[in-house]
């Protein structure tokens, strides 16, 4: 169950549901709220195929391109730690997404918004490590409902807690993933390099 909680936790913080909602609400500005639950839930449900699929292609994708778990491992850390950055020190401006015209199909909401290289390169990772891809499953789907559920509550959420409260939610994110993607580091390096174990945190 712990298990379970912390990968639906990490996932959590790679889809970033409250950091993508800005962009949402700026793509989707010109539609009418049905027509934004009905292209928020294909998406997401695009996004969500898109990872399942890689929980069971993961190992045939290592083996193609002869990778190792531990470059699988130390360049995921590399991407967090990117990712992590970005959020905690954001550039850009979502509304350079509105420019887009029409239906915004697959790209770029389902990927790399929903299912981007991080959240890819994770499942792809913990479906190497573990034993019991039924768990793995089951946290994409609950990562994938609660993600879902925050993007078509999008525009009372930025209602309710504003620009500056959204964009600080998202550094907070943005610390914790830093965190963990420094753990993965150090954890592929020491297996790369036959290092002795790190001492835990008692």
Excluded: Y
């Excluded at 990712?83 to 350079?96: H, T």
Aim: hydrophobic share 60%; glycine share 8%; no cysteine.
């Amino acid at each position: 169950m712990q298990e379970l909680l912390s990968t639906v936790f990490l996932l959590l913080l790679l889809l970033d549901p409250l950091g993508n909602i800005p962009l949402l609400l700026s793509l989707l500005r010109g539609f009418s709220p049905s027509d934004r639950q009905r292209i928020v839930l294909r998406e997401s449900a695009i996004a969500g195929g898109v990872l399942l699929i890689f929980v069971f292609v993961g190992d045939w994708l290592l083996a193609a391109m002869r990778l190792s778990e531990q470059a699988l491992e130390i360049s995921g850390g590399l991407i967090l730690f990117m990712i992590a950055l970005r959020m905690v020190f954001p550039v850009g401006s979502s509304d350079e997404a509105a420019d887009m015209d029409g239906d915004p199909l697959i790209v770029p909401l389902a990927i790399p918004m929903i299912a981007g290289p991080s959240a890819l390169a994770t499942v792809l990772l913990n479906a190497r490590q573990t034993d019991h891809p039924t768990s793995l499953v089951l946290a994409i789907v609950i990562a994938v409902i609660i993600n879902t559920l925050i993007l078509l509550s999008a525009g009372r959420l930025a209602r309710l807690f504003g620009k500056a409260g959204l964009a600080a939610m998202e550094r907070l994110m943005g610390l914790i993933l830093t965190t963990i993607a420094v753990q993965m580091l150090i954890s592929g390096v020491r297996v790369a390099f036959s290092l002795p174990p790190q001492p835990m945190i008692p």
